[in-house]
């Protein structure tokens, strides 16, 4: 197995507070994802980087930032977190170019009260 | 833009029963084309993935996937499904830059 660790696995938290995600990759893959997951939605890209410091928008990015500051970690900023940001999130990390497999992070269950 | 559609939201099949699951995209040029698998409480694997050649592609756990320009479908089929298959299974589209899309997921159920 790819070595994707994400942390934390659970989060409780509250409208209006900030939390950030961490994703950590042992691969040392340029390409790292971040997606979330809803019923009926399927997966959604929220934001990706190809390098460090260098990270660009998906398709449901509003109210999320990210930061890549080493390879190893991707982390993904919820500002002031909503209800509707209630969902798992999965990191994906990628050795390159887009027919190359991503590898998958066991999630993170985010629930927003 | 690009998109994937999966039109079966659920399936049930009987163990050792044939599966086809369903995958139609939407892309201009030809297509990178992917699934995954995402078993409960899990990420998601790669089961196969399609970028050239050959239009039938072999993956792991005994399924198999071909590509169909002419329909724009890549469906995924196993001959005898085990009660081990039940799960959710994604397909997945290249965009053009580095993006891949994926459909909404098609959930497996397998009676024993």
């Known amino acids: 197995d790819a070595g994707i660790t994400q942390s934390p696995r659970h989060k409780v938290t509250e409208t209006g507070t900030p939390v950030t995600l961490r994703c950590h990759q042992t691969e040392n893959h340029r390409y790292m994802y971040w997606y979330r997951q809803d019923p009926g939605h399927g997966l959604r890209l929220i934001h990706y980087?190809?390098?460090?410091?260098?990270?660009d928008k998906g398709e449901v990015s509003d109210g999320y930032s990210v930061s890549r500051s080493k390879t190893e970690d991707f982390l993904l900023t919820l500002e002031s977190a909503t209800s509707s940001q209630t969902s798992v999130y999965f990191c994906?990390?990628?050795?390159?170019?887009?027919?190359?497999?991503?590898?998958f992070g066991p999630g993170t269950r985010l629930l927003v009260l | 833009a690009q998109s994937v559609t999966q039109p079966d939201i659920h399936i049930t099949v009987s163990e050792g029963a044939s599966l086809e699951l369903r995958c139609n995209y939407s892309y201009g040029a030809t297509p990178y084309l992917f699934w995954y698998v995402q078993s409960p409480g899990q990420g998601l694997q790669l089961l196969l993935k399609?970028?050239?050649?050959?239009?039938l592609v072999q993956g792991i756990k005994g399924f198999e996937a071909e590509f169909k320009r002419s329909q724009s479908s890549f469906n995924l089929r196993k001959p005898s499904v085990h009660w081990s298959d039940a799960a959710e299974y994604f397909c997945a589209v290249g965009a053009g830059d580095d993006k891949i899309i994926f459909g909404k997921g098609t959930r497996l159920h397998i009676l024993p």
């Open positions: 994906a990390i990628s050795s390159g170019q887009i027919w190359e497999t991503q590898y």
């Open positions: 980087s190809y390098g460090v410091k260098d990270t």
């Open positions: 399609y970028f050239s050649g050959d239009t």
